[in-house]
């Protein structure tokens, strides 16, 4: 039948919502999105039009100074979703936030009045916006922690590891944005830690020439 796929694959990343009547889910699946990389999902000060559950691709939420920088707070992926969403939900608040797809994204948003009943009748649900909420704040203070106590140089060491390749392909500026910094002040110590033997750079590209150099650095 049209939509069975989809419902499978929903409930294999959401197993969640098998609480859910097969009817009320079915009413639910011709809402399915698909959504062209660079797609803003929300902004700040838009109101949550609902409870986005991702099926593929890759969405950042960022937050953006006045003065233009921004900082990427975390990333929803397949089978998670978004405590930016959820809190917006549960406090009736806007978003003070942005999230963009980072990837092409199928996007399924569970409508208000879904959410609310699923907080308030089903536990598995509510267990997993808060074990959401857990997860994420984990994350978050690691970030504050990151952003108060370590020099900017390991920081960025440590972001070329965490992309666990020996080549990529990323700009100055998408680092600098992910770092909450500005492109002239990466792109400086990156040309430092390629005068170490760390690093080499090419055209929106950078390739990792010691990794065991560039561990040692960020754990200093």
Excluded: W
């Amino acid at each position: 039948m049209p939509g069975t796929l989809k419902r499978d694959t929903l409930l294999n990343l959401y197993p969640v919502l098998a609480a859910m009547p097969a009817t009320q889910l079915d009413t639910l699946l011709p809402s399915v999105m698909n959504l062209p990389a660079g797609s803003e999902i929300f902004s700040e000060g838009q109101p949550c039009q609902g409870f986005p559950l991702l099926l593929e691709g890759r969405i950042k939420v960022i937050k953006q100074a006045g003065n233009g920088r921004e900082m990427l707070l975390y990333r929803v992926t397949p089978g998670g979703s978004c405590i930016i969403s959820s809190s917006c939900l549960l406090s009736h608040t806007a978003y003070n936030a942005r999230g963009i797809a980072e990837t092409g994204l199928t996007l399924l948003a569970l409508p208000i009045p879904v959410f609310s009943t699923l907080i308030v009748d089903s536990p598995p649900f509510r267990d997993f916006v808060f074990h959401l909420f857990a997860e994420r704040i984990g994350e978050l203070m690691q970030l504050v922690e990151e952003v108060a106590f370590n020099r900017l140089d390991q920081r960025l060491a440590k972001l070329i590891l965490a992309r666990n390749t020996p080549v990529m392909t990323v700009t100055h500026q998408q680092l600098a944005d992910e770092l909450g910094s500005v492109r002239e002040i990466v792109s400086r110590l990156l040309k430092g830690f390629a005068d170490q033997g760390l690093v080499t750079l090419g055209r929106e590209q950078l390739s990792v020439s010691n990794r065991e150099g560039l561990q040692k650095f960020a754990a200093k």
